[in-house]
């Protein structure tokens, strides 16, 4: 007997859909890399997330061989049994992504499977998909993480073509999280742009050294990493206070004044997309760090990582220059670990109801 690779994605997803009933919390991730794996395992571990039973699925495009593969390995290496690994099948044009097409019989799937999601970072969006020449400083994602966009409408909608019913009208207290290029993924599907490059078109600088002399409120990431090759211990993360809106998701955690977040991103939301407002900003009101939806209160994107297992070393340090080093505070990394914490806690009322 043939099976077409929609009856097996459909299969695993009803296998899925079948042990939700269960006390099983449903978590599909996206882009799960082995860096990506690591990170949950230590989150789940280290009692980040409230869950009595995790199943984690994680999802690539089936043209992503080479990741699938060390996924695959570190996960049999490492006998991890709560993750397991699945594609989407099949080619799209950039055109076809915010509409109805071959792949959202599947993305419909994986929704019904789910509790919620986390769509994690990664490189560039690609600005012809929010109908902008490219930049020069932008590092476009690979052609197999470009599903991600449809995925994200599909779930949200967005303005590019409102006749599209999202699935979260089936299911509107379904869970997204969005860190750092999953956020601009939300904005993008949503009908929202980006900054391509903050020195450049925020600040209007070009050379690393220059960003490195702004106030650290408009350092999103460190410039100073990488520019001296003989210096292997800077760290590439930034961090810099934020401005938290009133009434926002963040707002309802609570924040001592001072404190920052760890930022590594040269890109931000310009144009906001579809029913998405800022829950945060920089300092200086430039550059929107956080989003959440109007409808969707269960929807949200934070343009900073709270995702670095080395956060929330007791030692953790992380050398800025030869001159300063960060030491996140206990106030710091609690506001990161109420963040994971508030994450599961909507995953968990999401899969009870």
């Known amino acids: 007997m043939r099976y077409t690779a929609l009856t097996l994605i459909t299969a695993w997803f009803v296998l899925m859909s079948s042990e939700a009933q269960t006390n099983v919390t449903q978590l599909s991730i996206i882009n799960p890399t082995a860096r990506n794996i690591e990170k949950l395992v230590f989150f789940k571990e280290n009692g980040f997330f409230n869950f009595d039973s995790l199943l984690v699925t994680g999802i690539f495009h089936a043209g992503n061989t080479d990741e699938i593969e060390k996924s695959k390995q570190y996960l049999a290496d490492q006998q991890i049994n709560f993750v397991k690994i699945n594609t989407i099948k099949g080619e799209m044009p950039t055109d076809s992504l915010f509409s ?35 930049f020069i400083t932008t590092d ?20 590019q073509n409102p006749d599209v019913k999202p699935l979260l009208e089936e299911n509107p207290d379904f869970t997204i999280m969005g860190i750092c290029l999953g956020m601009q993924i939300m904005n993008v599907a949503a009908g929202g742009s980006l900054y391509q490059d903050i020195p450049a078109q925020v600040y ?3 050379y690393c050294e220059d960003v490195a002399q702004l106030p650290v409120h408009q350092q999103h990431k460190n410039y100073l990493y990488g520019i001296n090759n003989t210096d292997d211990k800077t760290s590439y993360i930034s961090f810099h206070p934020i401005s938290i809106k009133p009434n926002s998701f963040l707002s309802q955690i609570g924040t ?33 760090e956080a989003l959440e939806h109007k409808r969707y ?19 953790a340090v992380f050398k800025i220059s030869s001159e300063k080093d960060f030491r996140p505070s206990k106030a710091e990394k609690n506001f990161y670990k109420l963040l994971w914490k508030g994450f599961s806690e909507r995953i968990k009322n999401n899969h009870m109801n």
Request: hydrophobic share 40%; net charge negative; charged share 20%.
């Open 256 to 288: 001592s004044a001072g404190m920052c977040v760890p930022s590594v991103h040269h890109q931000a939301v310009k144009k906001v997309g579809q029913n998405l407002i800022p829950a945060a900003t920089s300092k200086d009101g430039k550059v929107i």
């Open 204 to 206: 209007g600088l070009d």
């Open 100 to 134: 109805i097409n071959k792949w959202s019989p599947q993305f419909k799937d994986l929704f019904k499977a789910s509790d919620g999601l986390i769509f994690f970072g990664g490189n560039d969006v690609p600005p012809a998909i929010y109908g902008e020449k490219t």
């Open 140 to 159: 476009i994602i690979d052609r197999t993480r470009n599903w991600e966009l449809s995925l994200m409408f599909h779930l949200i909608g967005g303005d």
């Open 297 to 315: 209160n269960n929807v949200y994107g934070i343009q900073f990582h709270i995702d670095f297992p080395e956060l929330y070393r007791e030692d």
